[in-house]
């Protein structure tokens, strides 16, 4: 993952003696705390709660499929497009799913995982000068993508009572130069899911106003206590100032694959798969053959897949409650933030997530991370999608007192 600073560009040629000359899309590019504190908790041999990536068994059907697609020689490159059987079978789980209609040939593609849609789509969609909307907490590489277009990031802060939309705080971020608004739904950091009728206002005000939603919905599968995911292209009006992005790679454990997909618009979608492919070429194509499978055949269902993070979830929000922390509601995705004070007391959250690793070995995410002015809720991130061992030795050591 990738932070940004602000560093003032410098004009100095290279030469002999002088710095190299940098792109300024770039220059400000760090790498960021989430990473650091992953050399950190393994330093130490403890838990990793830190980083966002899902740990768990990838499910045996997929790896089996995978086989079978290598063995078979599909090791070549895909067409720009994607395999045609992946693309069908996302348009049928998304009409099956959500009533989402979309044509598998001009409206869906796969991508190099969402992070590969997400650059070629804010790649057509944005230029220096243009404007665009981040809600923060911020997933960080959301920043880093439109930073590399040369367009600027106007942020509008989350309630931090409950996560949900601020349209006085959106409302203040729009300009006549605001060309898009990326929503992260369900969210990462912050586990938001968002309802409906505030999906409904932001679909309105967007269209009041030409700005195109560029929703990431990666977690889209993830969501607890009855709580539904809202595909905000599914509400009225949505369709043509959409582009979706997501992925199958936390639901499905396979972080690693690239296997993402976006739909939307067909004029839009034909200009971002061209982005795409220079940029990417193609997802992998065995990987691409082993996901239609599985979706074909229904042999990984998604129904188990989220009761087993749900558990995780639950046996997490009881063990900090027992240790001195008060979670916030963690409606989907695999993130609870929690405050910190009863343990800690009022310090910033940097603090607090060193003071935990120190005393426990179990890393954690200060929320301040998340803003771009490094506003502190004092809240710490704790991500539960590791292993059910990983999970019990995590909340052994929270017990444990500096």
Not at 322 to 345: C, V
Not at 385 to 401: K, M, N, Q, V, Y
Request: with cysteine.
């Amino acid at each position: 993952m990738t932070t940004t600073t602000h560093n003032q560009p410098s004009n100095e040629p290279h030469g002999e003696g002088t710095a190299r000359r940098i792109s300024s899309m770039v220059r400000g590019l760090q790498r960021s705390r989430v990473r650091a504190l992953t050399a950190a908790v393994e330093a130490v041999q403890g838990v990793n709660m830190g980083q966002g990536n899902n740990l768990l068994p990838t499910p045996a059907p997929l790896v089996e499929a995978a086989h079978r697609a290598m063995l078979d020689g599909r090791n070549d490159y895909s067409i720009q497009e994607g395999i045609e059987s992946l693309r069908i079978q996302v348009s049928r789980m998304l009409r099956e799913r959500s009533g989402i209609q979309v044509d598998p040939e001009s409206e869906v593609r796969i991508t190099s995982g969402a992070t590969g849609g997400f650059y070629s789509a804010f790649r057509v969609l944005l230029e220096p000068g243009d404007e665009a909307i981040l809600l923060e907490p911020y997933y960080p590489y959301h920043l880093v993508a439109l930073l590399m277009t040369g367009c600027t990031p106007v942020f509008a802060r989350l309630s931090t009572e409950d996560w949900s939309l601020d349209f006085d705080a959106i409302e203040a971020a729009c300009t006549s130069r605001t060309r898009v608004l990326v929503l992260c739904n369900p969210s990462n950091p912050t586990g938001r899911v968002y309802r409906e009728a505030e999906l409904k206002t932001l679909v309105e005000f967007c269209i009041s106003r030409g700005i195109t939603i560029v929703a990431d919905e990666v977690y889209e599968q993830l969501t607890y206590d009855g709580l539904t995911h809202v595909p905000i292209s599914a509400l009225p009006g949505a369709s043509q100032t959409t582009l979706t992005v997501a992925s199958f790679s936390k639901s499905h454990a396979i972080t690693g694959w690239r296997i993402g997909y976006i739909y939307g618009p067909a004029d839009l979608i034909e200009r971002i798969t061209l982005v795409h492919d220079g940029l990417y070429v193609c997802s992998p194509k065995p990987l691409q053959y082993a996901m239609a499978q599985v979706l074909a055949e229904n042999s990984v269902p998604f129904d188990s897949l989220r009761d087993d993070f749900r558990r995780r979830r639950d046996e997490l929000l009881t063990a900090l409650r027992n240790t001195g922390f008060e979670p916030l509601p963690a409606d989907g995705a695999y993130y609870i933030n929690a405050r910190y004070k009863e343990r800690f007391g009022d310090i910033p959250s940097v603090a607090a997530s060193s003071a935990l690793l120190a005393q426990t070995r179990v890393a954690t995410v200060p929320i301040s991370t998340f803003y771009h002015d490094g506003h502190d809720p004092r809240l710490l991130r704790f991500c539960y999608a590791l292993p059910d061992e990983d999970i019990r030795r995590a909340i052994d050591l929270l017990r444990l007192r500096g």
